[in-house]
């Protein structure tokens, strides 16, 4: 059994752009659609979502190591979620220097001075991997884990449809079998549903989206800090941004944001499990013996999370932080280098990050990043299928991205789940971004 799609039917030039076509029309008919970049609100404008033209082979093993660890992120997540020492000492360097990020700690600190009035807790994450294969057999590691706004569930659902239907025009059934069910959307909402049902609500569930600006409009809390929103009881808020500065324009929007944390509504995330999201965190729980702080009686479990970590090195000031540096400058390719942003496109790379600390060595500036090892996939090759893009074969990193969710009410944790994965390819050319950069297309994982 080959591992994955054969050379001559990448190389068959006719069956390929016979192949393009079928893949966008099957997405299109199965309803599988963006939005486009140039009328970004418009419903009537729409394009097929941006896919690879086949599916990319990952080791069963490796994807089985991902599922099995998932369940343990949420717990981790969940626990870092509810240490507020820890959230302290771990953020305190990050926030002298971050705006946004003390900005956010500041609502967190907030919330724990009026008391956390809601036991009920729902987390929606997604932990992101590559495939790392610098030195000997490919191994799992861990870009970063998503706890807010971690996208994608829904699209990732309706790819293996597409793979398989495309796999099968073109004669690859015995490939074609080997595209697992995925259904991400469905476990996400079925939490989401949980938490709903917890809160204790009476009425079927109905949705509402607002901007931050409507909710500090029209948004109050009651004696009981209950949410309404338009006179309508908010059980579940789930926040579709608020991870980036620019998702607050004003300074009402930072009001909606406190309001709603303080409110007796299931957030997700919470304003704290938002925190245990950011990049400084990662970076801190790589460190000794910290994981064993949230495990302490699990060597297991400790390892199993251990595994998946890639080296992870501090900038604070100090000797730690001057060792960085020197590493960062000498082998700059080996590493990357991360400011605490979200959302694709902030990180820095090369040259530049030996110009970037070459400015901010000596100063507080540098705690606002960390230093991360590059991982170094192999490239494999497929056909990345965008609107308005001429299809041609291309070398490709494949990053692995595997969907959490879970609810704990008090102590009980209700639901913990890992309930389904994204698969996003994008050139080897570009270094960063996502499938809303325009640089990363869905894909399907082809187990082997
Ligand atoms: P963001 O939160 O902005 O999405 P990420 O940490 O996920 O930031 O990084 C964005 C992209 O940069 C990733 O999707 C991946 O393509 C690339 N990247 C990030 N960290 C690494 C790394 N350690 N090695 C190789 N590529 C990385
Ligand atoms: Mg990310």
Same mark, same amino acid.
């Given at each position: ?49 941006p ?207 406190l ?17 245990a999201g ?12 910290? *994981?064993?702080? &949230?495990?302490?009686?699990?060597? /297991?479990?400790? @390892?199993? #999370?251990?595994?998946?970590?890639? !080296? ?23 590493f ?17 990050i ?8 000596n ?35 494949t990053? *692995?991205?595997? &969907?959490?969710?879970?609810?704990? /009410?008090?102590? @009980?944790? #209700?639901?913990?789940?890992?309930? !389904? ?16 950069a ?11």
């Amino acid at each position: 059994m080959a591992e994955g799609i054969p050379r001559e039917l990448l190389m068959n030039t006719a069956l390929i752009n016979e192949l393009v076509e079928v893949a966008k029309d099957t997405a299109v008919l199965q309803g599988f659609l963006v939005r486009i970049k140039e009328s970004p609100n418009s419903t009537e404008e729409v394009t097929h979502a941006p896919i690879t033209l086949f599916p990319t082979p990952v080791p069963k093993a490796l994807f089985l190591q991902a599922i099995a660890v998932q369940t343990h992120y949420n717990t981790l997540v969940d626990k870092i979620s509810q240490d507020p020492e820890f959230l302290q000492e771990a953020l305190g360097s990050t926030i002298a220097v971050d705006d946004f990020t003390a900005r956010l700690f500041k609502i967190h600190q907030q919330v724990l001075k009026r008391g956390r009035l809601q036991s009920i807790v729902l987390g929606l994450n997604r932990s992101d991997y590559m495939l790392d294969q610098e030195d000997g057999p490919s191994s799992l590691k861990q870009i970063e884990i998503n706890t807010f706004a971690a996208a994608s569930g829904g699209l990732a659902s309706r790819m293996p449809d597409v793979h398989r239907h495309i796999l099968k025009v073109a004669g690859r059934l015995e490939e074609s079998q080997r595209i697992i069910d995925n259904n991400p959307a469905v476990g996400l909402a079925k939490a989401v549903a949980k938490a709903w049902e917890l809160y204790g609500s009476k009425r079927n569930i109905a949705s509402i989206r607002k901007y931050f600006e409507d909710v500090s409009e029209s948004g109050k809390l009651d004696e009981d800090k209950r949410l309404f929103i338009d006179y309508q009881e908010v059980a579940v808020i789930y926040f579709r941004n608020g991870y980036s500065p620019q998702n607050y324009k004003s300074e009402k929007a930072w009001e909606a944001r406190l309001m709603m944390e303080c409110s007796l509504a299931v957030k997700c995330p919470d304003i704290s499990t938002h925190l245990a999201g950011t990049k400084k965190v990662q970076q801190v729980l790589a460190e000794p013996g910290v *994981l064993e702080r &949230f495990f302490p009686d699990q060597p /297991q479990v400790v @390892d199993q #999370v251990r595994a998946t970590f890639a !080296g992870l090195y501090t900038l604070d000031m100090g000797e730690e932080g001057d060792k960085t540096v020197a590493m960062a400058l000498a082998t700059p390719d080996r590493f990357v280098l991360k400011p605490q942003r979200e959302g694709g496109g902030n990180n820095i790379y090369g040259q530049d990050i030996c110009e970037l600390l070459g400015k901010v060595k000596n100063s507080a500036e540098r705690m606002a990043y960390i230093l991360m090892d590059k991982i170094q996939p192999v490239p494999t090759q497929n056909y990345l299928l965008r609107r308005g893009k001429p299809h041609k074969i291309c070398n490709c990193i494949t990053e *692995l991205g595997f &969907f959490g969710a879970y609810v704990r /009410q008090g102590k @009980d944790m #209700v639901m913990n789940n890992c309930v !389904g994965y994204l698969l996003k390819t994008k050139s080897s050319e570009h270094p960063d971004g996502g499938v809303f950069a325009g640089v990363a297309v869905l894909d399907t994982a082809l187990l082997f």
